[in-house]
C-alpha cells in the first residue's frame, strides 16, 4: 500500500523493513539447522591446532575474502553521493559492517585458540543482532525519513549476513574435518507426536498464510493512500477479520483435504503393486517346490 510507512499501526508489519528482518532471520535458522545436521553423527573432535596446513590455510582465505566484502562495500559507502541532510543515515551501516569485521576476526582467532564453537556463537549472535533486530528497527527510521538509502541498507544486510554464512561453514568444516564419527544418520524413526506437530504446523501455517494475505489489505480500510486519498464511493469496503477467518479455515480444510486424498490415491496405487509383488512371489515359490 502506498504510504504504509506512515500508517499508525501497519507501518510495523508486511513492509519492506520488516520481510528483510524475518528472510534474514529465516536464512539463519536454517543454516544452523544444517549445521546441527552435519554434527550429529560427530563424535570426539580433532583440536584445530593439530589439523595442519590446510585448516589454517581455509581459515584465514574465509576471513580475507569476507573482509574483502564487507570493509570494500563499507568504504564505498562513504562515496555515495546524497545530499548531507539524508547521508546521515548511511553512518550506521558503515559502522555495522566494520562491526560484522570485528566479529569476523574474533571468530578466526577464537577457532585458532581450539575454540571454535564459541567463535561461531559470537559470530552467530553478533549478525542476528545486527541483521535482524537492529535492521528491523533501523529501517523504519529510514522508510520515514531517507527512503533513499533502503537500498544500501538491504546490500548490507545481505552482506552480514553471507560473511557469517560463509565465515562459520568453514570453520565448522574444519573443526570437525577429522572427529569421530559415532554412526550412520537414521530417517524415519520418529515417535508420534512429532507427527501430529508436524500436522499441527501445517495447519497452523496455512492458516497464517491465508490470514496475513488480508490482513494487510484490512488494515488499509477504505484509504487508497493512507492518510492521504480515501475511497468514499458506495462500493468501498473491506470484510471483518471474524468473516475471513471463517473463510481461510474452510480452505485451509479443503486444500489439506484434497492434499490427504492424494496421498489416499498414492497409497492404493502402493497397495495394488504390493498385492502383485505377493502374488507374483507365491508363484514363484510353487515352481520352486
Known amino acids: 500500500m502506498i504510504g504504509e510507512q506512515y500508517h499508525p499501526f501497519s507501518k510495523y508489519f508486511g513492509v519492506m523493513a520488516a520481510k528483510n528482518a524475518v528472510v534474514n532471520l529465516i536464512i539463519l535458522a536454517t543454516f544452523f539447522s544444517f549445521l546441527i545436521y ?10 584445530f591446532s593439530e589439523q595442519g596446513k590446510a585448516g ?58 581450539n575454540k571454535g564453537k564459541l567463535g561461531q556463537a559470537i559470530l552467530f549472535a553478533v549478525t542476528a543482532c545486527i541483521a535482524v533486530l537492529y535492521f528491523w528497527y533501523y529501517g523504519f527510521e529510514v522508510m520515514q525519513k531517507a527512503n533513499l538509502v533502503l537500498r544500501y541498507l538491504s546490500v548490507t544486510q545481505v552482506s552480514i549476513v553471507m560473511s557469517c554464512l560463509i565465515m562459520n561453514a568453514i570453520i565448522d568444516i574444519f573443526m570437525f574435518r577429522k572427529a569421530k564419527l559415532v554412526g550412520g544418520i537414521e530417517w524415519g524413526k520418529m515417535p508420534v507426536r512429532s507427527q501430529y506437530a508436524l500436522l499441527l504446523l501445517c495447519v497452523v501455517i ?79 515359490a510353487g515352481y520352486e517346490d
Not at 552435519?38 to 583440536?47: D, F, H, Q
Not at 559502522?95 to 576476526?105: H, V
Open 38 to 47: 552435519r554434527r550429529s553423527n560427530k563424535g570426539e573432535m580433532v583440536p
Open 56 to 113: 589454517k590455510i581455509g581459515i584465514f582465505s574465509a576471513v580475507i575474502f569476507c573482509l574483502l566484502m564487507l570493509v570494500s562495500y563499507a568504504i564505498s559507502l562513504n562515496f555515495v553521493e546524497l545530499d548531507a541532510n539524508i547521508k546521515v543515515f548511511v553512518k550506521p551501516l558503515i559502522r555495522a559492517l566494520y562491526i560484522q569485521s570485528f566479529a569476523i576476526c574474533l571468530a578466526a582467532y577464537l577457532t585458532f585458540k
Open 206 to 284: 496455512v492458516i497464517l498464510m491465508g490470514l496475513m494475505g488480508f490482513i494487510r489489505s484490512g488494515l488499509r480500510m477504505d484509504w487508497h493512500i493512507y492518510g492521504i486519498l480515501q475511497d468514499t464511493s458506495q462500493w468501498a469496503y473491506t470484510p471483518s477479520l471474524a468473516y475471513m477467518g471463517r473463510i481461510v479455515g474452510l480452505i485451509v480444510a479443503l486444500f489439506l483435504g484434497l492434499v490427504a486424498f492424494v496421498f489416499w490415491l498414492a497409497g492404493l496405487g502402493d497397495k495394488k503393486e504390493n498385492a502383485k509383488e505377493h502374488e507374483y512371489g507365491e508363484v514363484s
